[in-house]
């Protein structure tokens, strides 16, 4: 599995914040964090991350999500392209028997067309 940095798993910006991280003591980021109710909501989120990644179990149990939801994606497309094959030759019996059906009554007219032709 290639490496993904932990903030697109737990859907952070992945932009630099230094918003955040330049404060060093808890009045600056307080302080900021009421200023604006979206950096309040991004550093609780980053607090979160942060105690997750911190504790082991928590660490361990959301890796075994993340491989989860990796593979559970995997099984997904390899289903859909299943899907898609069969679709596909669903589609393509569905319009030859239609094309047949057409070509049958097709037939008919024209043969009905000949019987009116040879009793006039």
Known sequence: ????????YLALPSRPM?????????????TISTDNGEIA???HELSQAYDLLLDPAARAAF?????????????????????KKFMDDLKSREDAFKKQ?????????RMKYEVLKNEM
């Open 101 to 109: 059906q057409q070509d049958e009554k097709a037939a008919a007219i």
């Open 41 to 43: 909501k991004i550093f």
């Open 18 to 30: 230094p918003y955040i991280c330049a404060g060093s003591s808890t009045n600056t980021i307080s």
């Open 1 to 8: 599995m290639a490496y993904t940095p932990w903030s697109h």
């Open 63 to 83: 890796d075994n999500l993340l491989n989860v939801k990796v593979q559970a994606k995997a099984r997904s497309d390899r289903y859909d392209t299943t899907r």
